[in-house]
């Protein structure tokens, strides 16, 4: 049992004096799995109800204001309608394929979240391949995706889901390259190291130019990542309806639409983490008080998600050639040759440090 | 060797046919399409029509002269002034009836804003039917306001019916021209803001650039008219080839390009949102005093001989043939209507494209399937 | 170079776009467009034009301008108003005269074309403002439109 676990230091210590140590792990993993859990459905539905009030607020609407304060409690008031609902499918859809599909996405987004900083202490599963790790999780999701697609017997979801998995193959690779040009300079995948690092200043002050550029490439293709607008292929209900989840109703459909609100937390919090410093306070002046990282993280990450939602509202939809176009003729070149620069920077010792 | 065959064909790709629609978001209606797809590529598109029959040329022959003319709202209802004129033209002319100048000029002014308004409801579904949703949005606040300005004068937003034979059931309300007015301010400041979000876009340059071309030759050889052929260069605006009711008095530009692709349709429609306003600029001040009806008789009927009128509305050329006999409904009406033509390019033009293209393409020829099926 | 001159005009272009959304966002507060329509009832009012349903208005003495002539029913294109009228003796002159029984109205039938309110001669019937027609059953839209016993206002015949 030498899984590097811990909700919070306290905690820890706490369950391993009164226990003996297997059973405190199993304890503890118990207790990691439910917060996660938690964590994982208000973040969800917190993220749901974001979106429908700032894209209402980008198209001069006003958005859901009846339930709740401010309708703050509209989107867990839809998800209980969603639970309440028939689970509907095609006769000749591939029944186990059918039903496994969402919980694809669903444990791909769920793993992901368990290796976050939330703040210091509160980072579950702090493994030294933690970028490797994020990576290679996101990438499941397409699984279930194009399970789902493939699956429910329909042409317009297959159709979707086969976009879906053109997209992510592809776009995978500027996720990885455009993270590994951040890791030149910390020199370590372990993502409580790379914070670490960053106490010196931001990675995205410390790599000044390549940085900024890694950035925004993170940001694209980690919008096409999410399969959100304008990279959402998959979806794209003006061209095929609903997509991979077409044949999808009730609670399964809720799993898939969760899920992509989830993933593009991840992303978001992954770019917090990786280019601004997680839980770290801007200058350090939070510093003496340690619980204060959770805010920061979470300003961080949720200013991101908003570009994210920005985004979305703004622009027309990608067609399916350009996508790749984009990612093949556009994104990896310039990734590449950034990798260089930044491989540059770092040996000449031409980063910014305070 | 039998396992065998069916081995290889099994391996063997071939195209697969989809029905889009009739519930479908990009067809805007009830429209049907049978495409013929290789993997994501159109090799054929096939429209059904027929799902929203409502057989009004038969209606037509059953119901009196002012009774059609609230039929025809119901075809393009997103033009349905512009309808209405055409068939109060096509019994002014036969009765040869001179209506008073006050109500060429209204009829005009409420003729463009109602182009202006489709117009707007087009840039709105343009937009969404490429994936930007915020246009559709936008596109519908500034029809909103002509349409409250419909709203007070002929007291409905969509189907007004304010056209009868002999002028307009109603005058317009005395907060009309104030309205408009305060419209034309209002919209001269939003169409730069629709090119600012749309037109300009990179992404939605890529989209419609080079998607979708329809030669001249093309264009004429399928009938089409309005925007879709003039942005294939084909100069067909009967606005300044037949002049109809105040129209001979303005001077506005026929929006031509002659790329004739997607992208050239949508700028001729945002081209001719400024043409429309600036005629609604021209005649909003020169409303002349006058009486807004001339009386008819109660039953119309119609010389015995056969009667043609065509006007020009936010989709293309709309015809009106009547047949009379004399009698107090027509033996036969036909209209000619703009968006069938148009769809009937579709397939020769969407061929060889992505399902993406076709999306684009059916927004440009802006089908109103009501328009299609009658 | 036309490689990196694409990426610029590119990346300006979505800034530019991104701008004009921003600015939306920004004045969210007041810029809404939407009504949230039950709770502005009291203050929703349509225009005095607006086509909400075909009224007869009565006076004080339930007393209401429709002589039955019918022409309404006429002009009708889908055979909304069906007028029920009778012929009975005036007292005052002796003469027996045509007098409206019941006015039906079928509202799920109108298309609101207006032709029966431009035809009446003695504007006995004009436009009403409502516009929450819903029913949960669709006989509640057929609607007699005098109500009972109400008589012809004297001096519309004249």
Redesign the interface.
Known sequence: MNIPLNITKTIHDWLFSIMPEGAASIVEMFIIALVYLGIFTVIGLFLVFLERRVSAWFQLRIGPNRVGYQGILQSLADALKLLSKELTGTVKADKFLYNLAPYFVIISALMALAVIPFTKEFHAFDINIGIFFLIAISSIGVIGILLGGWSSNNKFALIGAMRSGVQTISYELSIGLSLLTMILITGSLQLSEIVEVQKNGWLIVQGHIPAIIAFMIFMISGTAETNRAPFDMAEAESELGAGFHTEYSGMKFAYFFLAEFINMFIIAAIAATVFFGAWLSPFGITESLPWLGIFWFLGKTLSLVFLMMWFRWTFPRLRVDQLLTLEWKYLLPINLVNIIIMALIVWLNLTITF | MEQRTTIDKSFKSEP?Q?NMGPQ???THGVLNLLLTIDG?IIQKVEPDLGYIHRSIEKMCER?SY??I???T?RMDYLSSNINNEAVCLVVENALELEVPERVKVIRTIIGELTRISSHCLWWGIM????????T???G??DR?LINDIF??????RL?M?YN?PGGL??DI?PNFIKRVKKFIVHFKTKIP?YD???T?????Q??TKGIGILTKEDAISFGASGPVARASGYSCDVRKYHPYSALDKVTFNEALRTEGDTFARYKVRIQELWESLSIVEQLIDNIPEGEHRVKTN?VIKLPKGEYYQKVETARGELGVYVISTGTKSPYRLKFRSPGFSNLSLLSHIAKGG????L?AIMATIDLVIPDIDR | MSYFSDIYNGVKTLLIGMSVTGKYFLTSRKGAITQQYPDNRETLKMFDRFRGEVIMPHDENNEHRCTGCQKCEIACPNGTIEIIWDRKINEETGKKKKVIDKFVYHLGLCTMCGLCIDVCPTDAIEWGQNFENSVFDRTYLTRVLNTPGSKLQPGVED
């Open positions: 697969y989809i479908h978001p990009a994501e119901d002012q009774q003319v609230h039929l709202d937009g969404m039917d490429v994936g930007a949703l915020t559709f949005f936008y519908f606040r909103e709203e007070e004068t002929c007291g409905a189907t019916n009868v059931m109603l309300h803001e600012k979000l749309l300009e876009n990179i992404i939605f890529k989209r109660a992505k399902i993406g293209d999306v």
